[in-house]
């Protein structure tokens, strides 16, 4: 039985043609999913019973059961807990800011990446999120917070490193940027990286592959500093990352985010500043640089930086005009680092069981 959030619209063209079916339900089919939205196959109205009957019995509609959300009371943020077919829980984050709405979506159980100050990769990888799973939080967070506020804005920037989930990855862009199907802006999706080198090449040389933004996580000027944070600098290291970087074809306005994690007395000094800005060199348009104070969790060996000292970081950036931003973590009261709500959980089942026992 397939999922029918799993087919781009080519695909589902084609599953149509091999039904016998004529070629415009496949955009019968799309507008009632992504661009009405409906939860099931007897909301089609304009099918017959027995289409309707047929894809009830031989696809899956929706991949993603709400387990339970966080609302934030400081900034409206809505942190999404979503149980798998399997049994597996991710999160997403709904986020609502001036003058639209973002969702911060997941691409895997877990991480394999490793990155120190990272909760999600705690549980190591469990598995890739297929693509109905990735395309259904955008859908099913999207009917939560009713179609009147519409999320224009879409990050990978959950649980995963998405390239490392590449196929379902972009057949999921695919399905965002169709505008027979959810039809959001190329520029409203980016994709977040931890700088898997070849991956990121693979991404800007894929024909089919529509072009989006792309982050980078950066999180350190040198080499040491990296490795100790991010363990994938011993295999993508940061020099030969920055001149892949500094090569890729991006179109204009698309400048590439190079997100950067400030840990206390670990890449905050004045002179990690420094030396992040003459990493950048003569490429000041290229980029545009992302400084986000540690989000600090329990258990965490990480803390985060003092505001004068993130303040003066930001402030050496600008002097030499570089455009930096100071991103502050929304969310901050609702298990606000990804993993914390899936921690929460999967505690709750093990006191449950426990406690029966």
């Known amino acids: 039985m397939i999922s029918i959030k799993d087919l781009n619209y080519n695909q589902l063209e084609k599953w149509v043609k091999d039904?016998?079916?004529?070629?415009?339900?496949?955009?019968?089919?799309?507008k009632w999913i992504y661009n009405k939205k409906v939860n099931s196959y007897d909301e089609m109205t304009d099918l017959s019973k027995e289409v309707r009957n047929y894809l009830k019995e031989n696809t899956k509609l929706n991949v993603l059961e709400l387990v339970t959300f966080e609302r934030s009371s400081q900034d409206g943020s809505i942190k999404f807990l979503w149980?798998?077919?399997?049994?597996?829980?991710v999160e997403s984050v709904f986020i609502p800011e001036r003058g639209h709405n973002t969702l911060c979506v997941s691409t895997q159980v877990g991480c394999a990446v490793g990155c120190?100050?990272?909760?999600?990769?705690?549980?190591?990888l469990i598995r890739n999120l297929t693509t109905a799973e990735i395309v259904d939080q955008y859908i099913q967070s999207q009917i939560f917070v009713g179609l009147e506020n519409r999320i224009s804005n879409v990050v990978y920037m959950g649980m995963g490193e998405p390239l490392a989930n590449y196929e379902n990855v972009k057949r999921s862009v695919q399905i965002l940027t169709d505008d027979r199907m959810v039809g959001l802006s190329n520029r409203k999706i980016t994709i977040s990286s931890s700088g898997i080198i070849h991956q990121i090449k693979r991404m800007y040389e894929d024909p089919s592959?529509?072009?989006?933004?792309l982050a980078v996580s950066l999180n350190a000027s040198d080499q040491k500093t990296r490795e100790r944070i991010m363990p994938i600098s011993e295999t993508n290291s940061l020099e030969d990352l920055m001149k892949t970087l500094n090569r890729l074809p991006v179109k204009t306005g698309f400048r590439i985010m190079?997100?950067?994690?400030?840990?206390?007395?670990?890449?905050?000094?004045?002179?990690?500043?420094?030396?992040?800005?003459?990493?950048?060199?003569?490429?000041?348009?290229?980029?545009?640089?992302?400084?986000?104070?540690?989000?600090?969790?329990?258990?965490?060996?990480?803390?985060?930086?003092?505001?004068?000292?993130?303040?003066?970081?930001?402030?050496?950036?600008?002097q030499y005009?570089?455009?930096?931003?100071?991103?502050?973590?929304?969310?901050?009261?609702?298990?606000?680092?990804c993993g914390q709500l899936r921690k929460k959980e999967l505690d709750g089942k093990r006191v449950?069981?426990?406690?029966?026992v």
């Open 209 to 213: 592959f529509p072009q989006v933004r």
């Open 83 to 89: 149980r798998l077919e399997d049994g597996h829980t």
């Open 321 to 337: 005009n570089i455009g930096a931003f100071v991103r502050w973590s929304k969310g901050s009261d609702i298990s606000a680092a």
């Open 258 to 318: 190079l997100e950067y994690v400030l840990i206390k007395d670990i890449n905050d000094r004045p002179e990690d500043a420094h030396r992040l800005a003459r990493l950048i060199g003569k490429n000041k348009k290229r980029y545009k640089v992302n400084l986000i104070p540690f989000n600090p969790y329990p258990g965490s060996d990480f803390e985060r930086p003092e505001k004068e000292r993130v303040d003066q970081f930001h402030k050496i950036l600008w």
């Open 19 to 30: 039904q016998d079916w004529k070629k415009f339900r496949a955009k019968q089919i799309a």
């Open 352 to 356: 449950s069981f426990l406690t029966k």
């Open 116 to 124: 120190k100050f990272c909760f999600t990769t705690k549980d190591g």
